[in-house]
């Protein structure tokens, strides 16, 4: 079964907009994948369906065989994501922000602490659990949103853009973590991504998106072969 299969799926937005026109994707359990295109392509909105966010026009989704219309809920528990915009309250404390994570998908306490002490401890933030939130740089914001993502061990963890805006260093240890998680934990990785680099420097495959549509399905080695 493949983490995610997408088929003929199509977006249409509110103002008459086709954002996405019949997309056929799959993603084997395992990958590291890349959805790449330029700005307006068509890749938040993607995720965004998959993610249930966006409501799709048509066609169907599967996520490790559950399909979404059919049971959303026990898909989502296969599913992290890392969303473009931080979308936590910046008032709350770090900590508290992905504790709550792990109580929403019915973790306990006694379980979730060390998962939270783990992951921020990873990521740099362990020392910064009882501060509120909006003290965090950008860069430690988007770090919060992968432990967030991260705390009830998804098996598919799917990010939208998830360096824009970071700077190289830091882009670099994140590109590291998810390399790590990855290999490791053998966690399905999804990135959006409109540098090439970042799609051939982390990524095992890629489809590449163009006004909704995906113009290339390949390996990352087949496509730098071709440039
Ligand atoms: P839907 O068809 O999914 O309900 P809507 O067309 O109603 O989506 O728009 C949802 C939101 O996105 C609205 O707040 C709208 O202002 C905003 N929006 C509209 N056009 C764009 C655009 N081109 N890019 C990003 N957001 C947009
Ligand atoms: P990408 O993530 O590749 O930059 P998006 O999926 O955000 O692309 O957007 C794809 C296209 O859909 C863009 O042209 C964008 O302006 C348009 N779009 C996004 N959201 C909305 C919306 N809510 N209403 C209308 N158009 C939208």
């Not at 909105?45 to 799709?56: A, F, H, M, N, Y």
């Not at 898909?75 to 900590?95: C, D, R, S, W």
């Not at 002490?117 to 919060?144: F, H, I, T, V, Y």
């Not at 982390?202 to 071709?226: D, K, P």
């Amino acid at each position: 079964t493949p983490a995610l299969s997408i088929r003929g799926l199509t977006k249409v937005y509110g103002n008459g907009f086709h954002a996405l026109k019949g997309i056929d994707l799959d993603v084997q359990q395992g990958d590291f994948f890349a959805l790449l295109g330029p700005n307006g392509a068509g890749k938040s909105t993607t995720l965004g369906v998959v993610c249930s966010l966006v409501q799709k026009s048509a066609g169907q989704i599967s996520i490790f065989g559950i399909d979404t219309d059919r049971d959303f809920a026990r898909a989502k528990y296969h599913l992290g994501v890392v969303p473009q915009e931080f979308n936590f309250n910046q008032f709350e404390k770090v900590i508290d922000i992905v504790l709550a994570q792990a109580g929403y998908y019915g973790m306990s306490r006694s379980e979730a602490l060390p998962r939270a002490k783990r992951l921020l401890g990873d990521l740099g933030l362990w020392d910064k659990r009882d501060g509120s939130a909006r003290m965090l740089s950008g860069g430690m914001k988007r770090r919060l949103m992968i432990a967030r993502a991260l705390m009830h061990r998804p098996k598919l963890l799917i990010l939208d853009e998830p360096t824009a805006g970071v700077d190289i260093e830091l882009r670099r240890s994140m590109w590291e973590y998810l390399r790590r998680i990855n290999r490791e934990e053998g966690t399905t990785i999804i990135l959006t991504t409109h540098y090439l680099e970042e799609a051939e420097s982390l990524c095992r495959n890629v489809a590449i998106i163009n006004h909704g549509e995906i113009i290339r399905n390949t390996s990352v080695r087949a496509l730098l072969t071709e440039l």
